[in-house]
């Protein structure tokens, strides 16, 4: 199986004008290989490029850009096999996130890893989550 490069369409709702991030760090927004799917790092920016302030809307945002990486592959949240997410104040901001992420990720959950780091890429982030998912047995594009 070859490796496929996923694209975030420029006129993406849930992205809007952040998918020139790509381009302009020269990195693609996830990586088929394998059966798998590998998401880059997601971050919470809404789609006009601002950042909300809460640790609740930014896991909303990071989850829901997943999910749309997700469904332009023709996959959902559902099918996450491994999730890490990384958390520059995690003790600060673990219960908003969990209590987040909890409406969104459902059984069987998949395998997640948080991480305490002393920064991100800008300090206003206060969550990255990358993530793996697994296409349907026999359903790899």
């Known amino acids: 199986m070859s ?26 927004a996830a990586v088929r290989a394998h059966g798998l799917l590998f998401i880059a790092g997601q971050v ?4 006009d490029g601002s950042l909300p302030e ?3 809307e930014q896991t909303e945002w990071v989850l829901r850009r997943t999910e749309e990486v997700l469904r332009l592959e023709g996959l959902t949240l559902a099918d996450l ?3 890490v ?20 990720i459902k059984e069987p959950y998949p395998a997640w890893s948080m991480i305490g780091v002393s920064g991100l890429a800008r300090p ?3 969550l990255e989550v990358r ?10 594009r």
């Open 3 to 28: 490796t496929y490069a996923v694209s975030v369409p420029e006129n993406s709702e849930v992205f809007g004008t952040t998918t020139g991030g790509f381009a302009r760090f020269e990195y693609s």
């Open 44 to 47: 919470g920016y809404r789609p």
């Open 54 to 56: 809460t640790i609740e």
């Open 81 to 83: 096999v491994e999730v």
């Open 85 to 104: 997410s990384y958390h520059p104040d995690m003790q600060k901001h673990l219960a908003g996130f969990l209590e987040t992420k909890k409406r969104h």
């Open 124 to 126: 206003e982030f206060l």
């Open 131 to 140: 993530a793996v998912a697994a296409y349907p047995d026999g359903h790899a």
